[in-house]
């Protein structure tokens, strides 16, 4: 399975303590593939450093990039579907080049891609991807 997270996705999954605990932990297990571009990269990098500090957001976005079941993707067309918040439209265009299953955000900016026919972006809530993850990743 092939999924692209928004920032907010990732960002939860991270604490230890966290109920979304579970999808960093597969994550890392390579039981999914994570599809991401050199801008999705940055924002992880940027958002993680303002809610934590600069060490942990490079050790995450190092991992990251080395784990083998997270893929970086070029992307060679924006397909601008997010009108209301251009900026998420990153996950949007990774998610095609990637040919992912799922955009994985609780973001109601993707609500949108509900109803594209296409390019067929399928969004998925947080709690959504958890439950794939406990029932069909474990």
């Known amino acids: 399975m092939k999924v692209v997270l928004d920032i907010n996705a990732l960002l939860v999954s991270i604490s230890r303590n966290s109920k979304y605990r579970l999808i960093f932990d597969l994550?890392?297990?390579?039981?999914?593939e994570l599809i991401i571009s050199t801008d999705i990269l940055a924002e992880y990098t940027e958002i993680i450093e303002l809610k934590t500090n600069a060490i942990i957001a490079t050790n995450i976005a190092e991992m990251l990039a080395n784990l083998v079941n997270v893929k970086k993707v070029e992307v060679y067309y924006n397909w601008n579907l997010i009108i209301q918040d251009p900026d998420d439209n990153k996950y949007v265009d990774a998610a095609v080049s990637g040919g992912c299953d799922y955009v994985?955000?609780?973001d109601q900016h993707f609500k949108v891609l509900n109803q594209v026919e296409f390019p067929k972006v399928n969004r998925i809530?947080?709690?959504?991807?958890l439950e794939?993850?406990?029932?069909?990743?474990?």
């Open 27 to 32: 994550l890392l297990d390579g039981k999914y």
């Open 104 to 106: 994985v955000s609780n």
């Open 125 to 129: 809530t947080i709690d959504e991807f």
């Open 132 to 138: 794939i993850c406990r029932t069909k990743l474990k």
